[in-house]
């Protein structure tokens, strides 16, 4: 729909049925796709010394690329502060080969 505005193909009729707010709400939830992603790929510093205080940061390190995504993903999604605590001891349990799953 963006490409149809932006080189002037979209007709009057259609653009009266399509709301223009739409175009920016999807340009800014991919943009905030593309930040969370980003935020994924690297290992924060409070959870480096925290994995490396419970010596699993070898172990982390080793984990295939998607595996530290999820742990990480599933980390950073907490909203709460004690939630976030808890599933940093839940990633450590696993690492630790203790529980085999989220």
């Known amino acids: 729909m963006k490409s149809l505005i932006e080189s002037g193909k ?3 009729a259609g653009l ?3 709301d223009i707010r739409l175009i ?3 340009d800014q939830l991919k943009a905030n796709e593309e930040a969370y992603k980003e935020k994924l790929k690297t290992l ?3 959870l480096e010394a925290f994995f490396k205080q419970e010596g699993v940061l ?3 390190h080793q984990e295939k690329p998607s595996m530290k995504k999820n742990y990480l993903g599933y980390i950073l999604a907490a909203k709460q502060e004690k939630t976030r605590i808890r599933r940093c ?8 080969g203790e529980k085999n799953n989220l």
């Open 16 to 18: 009266k049925y399509f």
């Open 24 to 26: 920016h709400q999807i």
């Open 44 to 46: 924060p510093e409070d």
């Open 10 to 12: 979209m007709t009057e």
């Open 89 to 96: 001891f839940k990633i450590v349990s696993i690492l630790k």
């Open 58 to 60: 070898e172990i982390f």
